[in-house]
């Protein structure tokens, strides 16, 4: 199974573009690439999803170079709001369906 | 709503004193999960389960057990609570997506502490 490494923190002040790597050296062919957002507290919450090249939706980015080795999640324009743990996810393929692994995550600190 | 829930949201108990945390969703989802997590370690997956009566062990079993009965229903057991097993727990459940991926929703958390 895939895991995954990310920094441990981030800062980030509002109105800026965050971008959070991902490593995942031993992604499989079928792995797909998932990001989750966690407040204190709470569970975690679905960001985005991709397989390869770029996906965006209404609240970030996914670029995944061709190699699939690594990943960055973009938050466009933060606010304090954003401030949680972010997850890099590999897996969650219907081949893949046995195991998710989440790691540590990145905490991300956006100040004022 | 759809939605995940969790119950009890806090539990203190003894050690050895069987306790069961319930899970349930609305959302018709055939896959479901629990996840433990504890600080500097992240979610670590307990068990899952693809579907009724279906069910396998994830990253840390040891000293839980789950049914799946039902398909909204996934209770986690703890036949024998012991202090290592103080965390916070989460269940989750998902769907195939489209894209033929899953896309997993969360429990609010319970937090359970065994003196």
């Known amino acids: 199974l895939a895991k995954t490494t990310q920094p441990i923190s981030m800062d980030s002040y509002e109105g800026q573009e965050v971008n959070i790597t991902c490593s995942h050296n031993?992604?499989?062919?079928?792995?797909?690439i998932t990001w989750y957002q966690q407040f204190p507290s709470q569970g975690p919450r679905f960001i985005i999803q991709?397989?390869?090249t770029k996906v965006t939706n209404e609240v970030a980015s996914l670029f995944i170079p061709a190699d699939r080795k690594s990943s960055t999640l973009s938050l466009p324009r933060v606010s304090l709001s954003d401030t949680a743990v972010y997850y890099c996810l590999v897996g969650e393929g219907r081949a893949n369906f046995n195991k998710f692994y989440f790691g540590s995550g990145t905490k991300l600190n956006v100040k004022p | 709503e759809a939605q995940v829930t969790q119950n009890p949201r806090y539990l203190i108990t003894v050690t050895g004193k069987k306790l069961t945390v319930t899970c349930s969703q609305n959302m018709n989802h055939e896959y479901m999960s629990w996840y433990r997590q504890d600080p500097g370690l992240g979610l670590r997956q307990i068990y899952y389960?693809?579907?009724?009566?279906?069910?396998d062990k994830g990253d840390v079993p040891e000293g839980y057990k789950v049914s799946r009965k039902e398909k909204r229903n996934f209770p986690l057991i703890l036949e024998s609570p012991s202090p290592n097993q103080t965390s916070l727990y989460f269940c989750a459940s998902s769907f195939l997506t489209s894209g033929d991926s899953y896309e997993q929703y969360f429990g609010p958390g319970t937090r359970l502490t065994v003196t």
């Open positions: 031993n992604i499989a062919t079928n792995d797909y």
């Open positions: 991709g397989y390869k």
């Open positions: 389960s693809m579907n009724v009566e279906v069910t």
